[in-house]
């Protein structure tokens, strides 16, 4: 029987929750952007910044110990994402950052006429640094389509983009605009075939679901600590073979084994320690010992949570007529969305439905959210759309609310 999550328990950890806006509580639908933190975390950082406030690779105690922080942080996401080995996670500025450095590395190794396929449903942090990257090198871009009624990749047209000239296939996990969660297997398997290397951007499913590196298949996955109610910082894991291989952007001293190679200069140590303790907050909704099983076992009590917050949504905004939503609908096909959804009315600018809910503490994103050209290809790049997102910590009452304010601003 599947775990069940007490989602009171879990609001009980959010300091940031607390705040209210008028008097009433305020109700944090941004999470696609940003999610609140528990206090282990803020915890975590103070400890770290307090107590082993050193650089690491010195022969004294701080440095010691925050050396110590980092491993064990290395070894929280490792479990996190399935990947075997710590040492091939990388922590770095943020998923961007690591993105533009790798892909400047893995441009070394291509040649005039090599292909990249991205797609136009990926957060333009998973498409531009390969863009500048293949334009450096002479490569040739392809772009896969999506279908603009349900928003999802037209992977019909996949194999056709694919020839034995393609290095690489970037492709995020869920969309960060409209919650499309992508079916990564069938597109590593495509890749494989052609001999292409394959970068996955996790960013938007972290917080919602859990991620195994070694049943995607992929070469590259990188994602975003404070998407997973940790601090901002970002994760690169790449395969050793390749973290090894490639040619790294760091300076002369630094060391030339991974991961320290692609740790350029001195990362945020304090946000290295909030990284584990976000884990290990993931891992305390599962319970038990074992971080691995404990993460299957709170992912399994957040996904069926989401899941009926996501069809409560559906069921609602359904019966408001003045509202689209972008993406899939159907509350049959959860498991191809996470709770994260696009809308727009019927007359309203999504700017200004956004500000009115601001104001009444509902806090939600309008805009294109780093997706141009998702947003491009609905016929939206000069009005953007209205994004609200569900994480574990909102509630059933607070969508109630939500449904009432939007049905309030008529048609």
Not at 379 to 407: C, P, Q, W
Request: proline residues 5%; contains cysteine; glycine residues 10%.
């Amino acid at each position: 029987m599947m775990q069940q999550l007490d989602v009171e328990a879990c609001r009980r950890q959010f300091p940031g929750l607390a705040r209210q806006v008028g008097g009433r509580p305020a109700v944090f639908f941004d999470g696609p952007g940003g999610s609140q933190v528990p206090s282990v975390v803020i915890d975590a950082m103070t400890d770290c910044l307090t107590h082993r406030n050193a650089n690491d690779g010195g022969l004294f105690a701080t440095s010691r110990e925050v050396g110590e922080v980092v491993n064990s942080a290395r070894q929280a996401v490792a479990d996190l994402i399935g990947a075997p080995d710590p040492d091939e996670v990388v922590f770095g500025q943020n998923m961007t950052t690591l993105t533009f450095a790798l892909s400047r590395s893995l441009a070394r190794t291509w040649r005039q006429g090599d292909e990249v396929v991205v797609t136009r449903l990926d957060h333009d942090a998973n498409v531009t640094p390969w863009v500048l990257a293949a334009e450096e090198a002479g490569a040739v871009v392809r772009v896969l389509d999506i279908d603009p009624t349900n928003c999802t990749l037209r992977l019909d047209q996949f194999q056709n983009l694919l020839t034995d000239r393609t290095r690489l296939v970037a492709v995020g996990l869920a969309s960060n605009a409209v919650g499309t969660v992508n079916p990564i297997g069938e597109m590593v398997a495509a890749a494989r075939r052609v001999g292409a290397l394959v970068f996955v951007d996790a960013v938007h499913i972290v917080p919602h679901r859990p991620v195994d590196v070694m049943a995607l298949g992929a070469d590259f996955l990188a994602c975003s600590c404070y998407k997973f109610f940790g601090p901002h910082l970002g994760v690169l894991w790449g395969r050793r073979e390749h973290l090894e291989r490639l040619p790294a952007y760091k300076v002369r001293p630094a060391p030339d084994s991974i991961p320290g190679r692609w740790m350029t200069g001195t990362p945020s140590f304090e946000a290295i320690a909030g990284t584990r303790a976000a884990v290990d907050y993931l891992a305390g909704i599962g319970g038990g010992s074992d971080r691995g099983v404990a993460l299957a076992t709170g992912y399994a009590a957040i996904q069926g949570y989401e899941n009926a917050l996501a069809e409560q949504f559906l069921d609602g905004i359904a019966r408001l007529p003045a509202w689209r939503v972008w993406g899939i609908t159907d509350s049959a096909r959860l498991a191809d969305r996470v709770p994260t959804f696009g809308l727009t009315h019927r007359t309203k600018p999504a700017a200004e439905v956004a500000g009115i809910l601001g104001e009444q503490g509902y806090f939600v994103w309008n805009g294109h959210f780093y997706a141009p050209g998702l947003i491009d290809a609905i016929g939206l790049a000069k009005a953007g759309m209205l994004r609200v997102g569900f994480l574990h910590y909102n509630t059933a009452s607070e969508i109630d609310r939500l449904l009432n304010v939007l049905g309030d601003l008529g048609t």
